[in-house]
């Protein structure tokens, strides 16, 4: 007897389909599929500052601005907290978005439950996702959950609320928030119970989570679980910390703050070849299925470290370290005018709307479309892989090969000409600007980038 294994079984079913389509509708054998995950891990994510991210400053200006965000080749769209905001103890005049009163409610400032519902129903029309920042680690000091769960707190000797502290006990400066207590049974459960009300009843695609690190963590295999369960579809998870054991827990991505640190660094003078070094060593290091989050600015590097034109001098150097960051293993990021190059610092406690009409603003939206497009769609970008390009220019260059493409950016203010080991350029076409290389040698401009492809 003729004996088929399961998948030849499978393949023929669906070649004799393709020829006769009617044999769908007929009774066909079950087949059981693994969970499409792909936009995961072909994401990238654009940050929205919602008081900044228009002149209205709230959902619907969001939603207005749909095609703005979508010019940038992005899919994922990340809400920064849009809860009301404490006022005891506030800073600035609005108080920061992180200093939430309470959590199953939405700003008035920013609109209506129907607002957000009518957002993420346009974002999911377009074929994007929308994910929701959680804030769990502290509240406002005024929070609902100050009197109707006391308990919840964090409490010293004389039985008062206190500033959250780092994982090394050392007191924070977030003197707007209060500190919950995660040795309590009753907070894990109401705040998991929260998170996936917002989860659930609104079609959110998932969740950026504030300073993960701070909480235990089994909290979070318990609350990502719970997440993961609570909905049919991929959600997209994303840590606000650096912890590669956060992977374990159910984390899709962390922050890649070593990363950010070393380009800056690089930018700053130090050994080009030290950044992909380091790099192939965390890349080793991240558990299975795990992800960085690539990026040259947030909001707190916006308004901390200064937005990436200023940051890293100009606007050529600020596009070549985005070449650098967003091409390397994980997902890439973009942050509330970033893609039209704003030199603003856009503030967290107070409004400071986006200033779109920045001058070649849609050329600079047309370079980080490009580059993120090759982060979403080109197989070189898509997987692990991640070695060292061997040039003879190793401290000026950031050179590094994924799949058949290698990615080489110019770090200094000046004209560097440099030769390439291992990788044929000559006939190899730029993928930045379409155009084939000729000669052996290579001469990057200032702040230069190449990202050729064979």
Same mark, same amino acid.
């Given at each position: 007897?003729?004996?088929?294994?399961?998948?030849?079984?499978?393949?023929?079913?669906?070649?004799?389909?393709?020829?006769?389509?009617?044999?769908?509708?007929?009774?066909?054998?079950?087949?059981?599929?693994?969970?499409?995950?792909?936009?995961?891990?072909?994401?990238?994510?654009?940050?929205?500052?919602?008081?900044?991210?228009?002149?209205?400053?709230?959902?619907?200006?969001?939603?207005?601005?749909?095609?703005?965000?979508?010019?940038?080749?992005?899919?994922?769209?990340?809400?920064?907290? $849009?809860?009301?905001?404490?006022?005891?103890?506030?800073?600035?005049?609005?108080?920061?978005?992180?200093?939430?009163?309470?959590?199953?409610?939405?700003?008035?400032?920013?609109?209506?439950?129907?607002?957000?519902?009518?957002?993420?129903?346009?974002?999911?029309?377009?074929?994007?996702?929308? $994910?929701?920042?959680?804030?769990?680690?502290?509240?406002?000091?005024?929070?609902?959950?100050?009197?109707?769960?006391?308990?919840?707190?964090?409490?010293?000797?004389?039985?008062?609320?206190?500033?959250?502290?780092?994982?090394?006990?050392?007191?924070?400066?977030?003197?707007?928030?209060?500190?919950?207590?995660?040795?309590?049974?009753?907070?894990?459960?109401?705040?998991?119970?929260?998170?996936?009300?917002?989860?659930?009843?609104?079609?959110?695609?998932?969740?950026?989570?504030?300073?993960?690190?701070?909480?235990?963590?089994?909290?979070?295999?318990?609350?990502?679980?719970?997440?993961?369960?609570?909905?049919?579809?991929?959600?997209?998870?994303?840590?606000?910390?650096?912890?590669?054991?956060?992977?374990?827990?159910?984390?899709?991505?962390?922050?890649?703050?070593?990363?950010?640190?070393?380009?800056?660094?690089?930018?700053?003078?130090?050994?080009?070849?030290?950044?992909?070094?380091?790099? $192939?060593?965390?890349?080793?290091?991240?558990?299975?299925?795990?992800?960085?989050?690539?990026?040259?600015?947030?909001?707190?590097?916006?308004?901390?470290?200064?937005?990436?034109?200023?940051?890293?001098?100009?606007?050529?150097?600020?596009?070549?370290?985005?070449?650098?960051?967003?091409?390397?293993p994980g997902r890439p990021l973009i942050y509330d005018g970033q893609e039209i190059e704003s030199p603003q610092n856009l503030v967290i406690f107070d409004r400071d709307s986006i200033e779109w009409g920045q001058p070649d603003s849609a050329e600079a939206r047309a370079f980080y479309r490009r580059v993120v497009g090759l982060a979403r769609r080109d197989r070189a970008f898509l997987g692990r892989d991640l070695q060292k390009a061997v040039t003879n220019a190793p401290d000026d260059v950031?050179?590094?090969?994924?799949?058949?493409?290698?990615?080489?950016?110019?770090?200094?203010?000046?004209?560097?000409?440099?030769?390439?080991?291992?990788?044929?350029?000559?006939?190899?076409?730029?993928?930045?600007?379409?155009?084939?290389?000729?000669?052996?040698?290579?001469?990057?401009?200032?702040?230069?980038?190449?990202?050729?492809?064979?």
């Amino acid at each position: 007897m003729l004996m088929l294994n399961r998948p030849a079984v499978v393949a023929a079913w669906l070649s004799l389909a393709a020829l006769c389509p009617a044999l769908l509708n007929a009774q066909s054998p079950a087949v059981a599929l693994a969970p499409d995950t792909s936009w995961v891990t072909r994401c990238a994510i654009y940050e929205v500052n919602v008081r900044d991210f228009s002149q209205a400053g709230n959902l619907r200006g969001v939603t207005q601005g749909l095609d703005r965000i979508q010019a940038t080749g992005a899919n994922v769209i990340w809400l920064m907290p $849009i809860y009301p905001v404490g006022v005891l103890n506030a800073k600035g005049s609005l108080g920061s978005p992180y200093a939430v009163r309470d959590f199953n409610a939405i700003n008035p400032a920013f609109g209506t439950e129907a607002d957000l519902r009518a957002l993420v129903s346009a974002v999911h029309a377009r074929g994007m996702k929308v $994910i929701l920042d959680w804030v769990p680690d502290h509240t406002s000091w005024d929070a609902v959950w100050v009197g109707q769960h006391p308990d919840f707190y964090v409490r010293d000797e004389r039985g008062g609320l206190v500033v959250p502290r780092d994982p090394q006990g050392k007191p924070t400066d977030w003197t707007d928030v209060a500190q919950l207590d995660y040795r309590k049974p009753a907070l894990r459960s109401a705040m998991i119970a929260v998170i996936r009300h917002w989860l659930v009843d609104f079609d959110l695609d998932g969740f950026r989570v504030d300073v993960v690190h701070y909480i235990p963590l089994d909290f979070w295999r318990q609350a990502n679980a719970a997440l993961r369960s609570a909905v049919r579809r991929p959600i997209l998870l994303l840590a606000e910390a650096g912890e590669l054991e956060l992977h374990t827990a159910g984390f899709d991505l962390t922050y890649s703050w070593d990363s950010y640190n070393r380009l800056k660094a690089v930018f700053r003078g130090a050994h080009a070849d030290t950044l992909v070094r380091s790099e $192939i060593l965390d890349l080793q290091a991240m558990p299975r299925g795990g992800m960085r989050m690539r990026f040259t600015t947030n909001h707190d590097e916006t308004w901390h470290d200064n937005p990436p034109v200023v940051l890293f001098g100009n606007v050529p150097a600020a596009r070549a370290a985005f070449v650098a960051a967003a091409l390397l293993p994980g997902r890439p990021l973009i942050y509330d005018g970033q893609e039209i190059e704003s030199p603003q610092n856009l503030v967290i406690f107070d409004r400071d709307s986006i200033e779109w009409g920045q001058p070649d603003s849609a050329e600079a939206r047309a370079f980080y479309r490009r580059v993120v497009g090759l982060a979403r769609r080109d197989r070189a970008f898509l997987g692990r892989d991640l070695q060292k390009a061997v040039t003879n220019a190793p401290d000026d260059v950031i050179a590094y090969r994924r799949g058949n493409a290698v990615v080489l950016v110019n770090a200094r203010d000046h004209e560097v000409r440099f030769t390439v080991t291992g990788f044929a350029v000559v006939g190899a076409r730029d993928l930045l600007s379409g155009r084939r290389v000729r000669g052996d040698t290579l001469a990057l401009p200032a702040y230069g980038a190449l990202v050729l492809e064979r």
